[in-house]
């Protein structure tokens, strides 16, 4: 079985157990971005959302607490 050897060489290198660590780093430092570019989206979006609620004449009473009651759907923004 040489052949096999010999091919399996020449396809994953001289040490077949080594990854350069730059090779799954990156794209995972470019998923991160993705990941962060999304959560400032979602942010800004809900925020335009609350701006306009204002924009239109809603708010808060004065004593409003906004964590007594917890919006029923959380991915709203989703």
Known sequence: ?????????????????????SSFTGPLIDAL???DELVLAQTDAALATVKLY???????AEGDDATAAPMAD?????
């Open 1 to 21: 079985m040489p052949g096999v050897v010999a091919h399996a060489t020449s396809v994953l290198g001289k040490n077949p157990g080594y990854r350069n660590p």
């Open 54 to 60: 204002l924009a239109l004449g809603g708010g808060w």
């Open 74 to 78: 959380a991915n709203v923004f989703d």
């Open 33 to 35: 971005q993705r990941e």
